[in-house]
Structure formats: C-alpha cells, structure tokens
C-alpha cells in the first residue's frame, strides 16, 4: 500500500510536467514592468563605438555603427546614413520600448552626423524595427528629461514591428 501514494505522487508529477509543455509560450526572461525611462548619458559620443560601449551597459549584446562606416558600397551623395543600433530581443514589449529609449537618449547626445536612427531587435519570431528622424531625436531629448520608454514608439517616424503587435 505504501507504494500507491508513491506512484500516484509521481504521476501526478509527470502529468504536470507534460502539461506545463502544452501552456502557452514563455519567455526565458520576464518583461520588466512598464514606466521605465532611458537612462541619460552623462556624455557626448564622438563616434559609434563610444555610443556602442554606453549602450552596452543597460541592452545586451547591443552593435552600434552607422551605415557608411559598415556598407563598402555606401555612396554619399546618394544613400541615406542610417545610425543602427541592432541587438538580440526576447519579443517583450516592456524591455524592448525600454532599449529604444535607450538608443534614441544616447543618439541625442552623438556629436556625429546620420540621416536616420534605425533601432532593430531580432526575435526567434521576427525582426522588429523603429525609425527616428533626427529631429525626431532631437524633440525626444531636447529637455534634458529621460525618454519615456512607453512612448517612445508611438514618436517613431516610421516601423516595421509583426513581433509585439
């Protein structure tokens, strides 16, 4: 008889096992809660790798260049100088605003020209992405107050988003 509790708290177990298989996807990592703000340079960036290395200290595995530093083929009287700021996203919406805040504070304080600010995260769902005009930038960070990440994507002057929407 002592062996009955046993199997039926073991199978128990594995039933919940199987079915925490069949729930809805999660993520390895949580969102982080919504309010958050960008985190403000105390400096101004000379070149894309100084923004990389600041933007690298709140989103992960964050490559900065700007698209005539990184295309051999780049004409400039021609092709528009895109700032990409590209990084490795988890698909949650919270912690994605928060790293296009991120980038576009840090693209305020760039001492450096670009035609566009292109902000792209990639998902195992998809490739998101955020445009801003440099003047869009410049409204976002003109005050001197942090970037609002839950509105940071509504002031986008263009996007490509399937992923969070």
């Not at 000379?46 to 964050?62: K, Q, V």
């Not at 004409?75 to 919406?93: A, I, K, N, T, W």
């Not at 670009?114 to 409204?139: A, Q």
Request: glycine fraction near 6%; charge should be negative.
């Amino acid at each position: 008889m002592k062996s009955v509790p046993h199997l039926v708290s073991a199978l128990t177990v594995t039933c919940a096992l199987a079915l925490g298989g069949c729930s809805a996807k999660e993520s390895d990592t949580s969102d982080i809660e919504p309010g958050q703000s960008a985190e403000v340079p105390t400096s101004d960036f000379n070149s894309t790798d100084a923004l990389g290395d600041h933007l690298r200290s709140s989103i992960d595995e964050a490559h900065v260049h700007r698209e005539s530093e990184s295309n051999p083929d780049f004409d400039h009287e021609r092709d528009v100088d895109r700032l990409h700021v590209e990084f490795p996203s988890s698909g949650q919406p919270n912690t994605d605003k928060k790293a296009t805040a991120d980038a576009v504070q840090g693209a305020g304080n760039a001492e450096f020209d670009y035609d566009m600010l292109m902000i792209t995260g990639t998902t195992d769902e998809g490739t998101w992405s955020y445009m801003f005009s440099p003047d869009t930038v410049k409204d976002l960070t003109k005050s001197g107050e942090a970037v609002e990440a839950d509105t940071v994507w509504d002031s986008a002057d263009q996007d490509f988003d399937s992923v969070h929407r």
